[in-house]
């Protein structure tokens, strides 16, 4: 997990506990900060998420035991992520996890499949999926194995001029 802290924890606490104010304490020890978990449903309604269509994967990928359900620690981090001060090798890790949908370490062709579902709402017929994962594969995997690696999603991501302000979340 990321563990970069940043000045505006204590902002970052009022809005987790604005989600579920009856499970979270107004003060919370050090032990609760990691064992009171927020459902799921209830983060992805945060202004933030609720129009991603990536809101339940971003949640699995932050919460410490993948189930999405996120304790502070978790709630934290994700926000340290998607801060505009984190480095772009940590967004680039984790956008990285995020589209690594079935969490073998690799971007596959059915990862690209389900996120090019995703990011159109399903308004594509499949053989217009399929071109674009193709582009896409040819494009950015390096070694030709079909497959991204973390390095070959890195080496697309560092060309990206506008990963940085988009992979954000404003607190």
Not at 65 to 80: I, Q, R, V
Not at 126 to 143: K, M, T
Request: contains cysteine; proline residues 5%.
């Amino acid at each position: 997990m990321a563990r970069h802290r940043w000045p505006h924890t204590i902002r970052v606490f009022k809005r987790f506990r604005e989600v579920n104010p009856e499970l979270v304490p107004k003060r919370m020890t050090e032990n609760q900060a990691h064992t009171i978990a927020v459902p799921v449903e209830e983060i992805e309604k945060l202004p933030e998420l609720k129009e991603n269509p990536f809101k339940r994967r971003i949640c699995q990928v932050f919460s410490h035991d993948g189930s999405g359900n996120l304790t502070f620690e978790d709630f934290l981090d994700m926000m340290s992520v998607f801060s505009e001060a984190a480095p772009r090798d940590i967004k680039a890790w984790y956008a990285f996890r995020i589209y690594d949908l079935d969490d073998d370490m690799y971007i596959g062709r059915e990862d690209l499949l389900e996120a090019t579902r995703l990011l159109t709402k399903g308004e594509l017929h499949p053989q217009e999926r399929d071109d674009i994962v193709a582009s896409v594969l040819d494009e950015a995997d390096v070694d030709g194995d079909g497959r991204l690696s973390f390095m070959d999603f890195e080496h697309v991501v560092v060309r990206a001029p506008d990963f940085l302000s988009t992979f954000h979340i404003r607190v």
